[in-house]
């Protein structure tokens, strides 16, 4: 039953966090703040987490692996490879639209460098595998042969 608890606040902490981080960003949200919008104490948010930085990167995480399961599902569905590419291009969009440019800004330019590095890490893994569905596709004529994959793994 304890254990149930624990999972519990930790998902509050979460969900409170990437809320909060998404509309004010990283650097203006306290511990306090996600504490409150979780409904625990300061206390329990250190039960779980030694500070801020270490839920902002799993959730980062958490959403990187979701979006990459998002992407190979839809990559496996037997439709046309243009429906597919824009069906990965409106997923995007949709999970991108409630995000701050202070977060952004807070994520990209001023994070701190294990974020930044977690997002090289995810950056390079998902583009290797989107180069290989193009390669794929390409030699199964979903793409002209004539056309670069290289120019269109720039175009991102």
Known sequence: MKKK???KSQ?????????LF????????????????AGISKMTFYRHFKNKNEVIEKIMKRLFEWGLEEYQSVMRQEIPFAQKIEQ???????NTQDVSQEFIKDMYINGNEDIQKMITEYTVTTLNEFKNDLIEAQKKGWIRKDIKIELIMKMR
């Open 5 to 7: 608890k624990r999972n």
């Open 11 to 19: 998902e509050a902490i979460l969900q409170a966090g990437k809320s």
């Open 22 to 37: 998404w509309k004010y960003g990283v650097k203006r949200v306290s511990v306090e703040e996600i504490s409150k919008e």
């Open 88 to 94: 990965i291009i409106l997923k995007k969009f949709e």
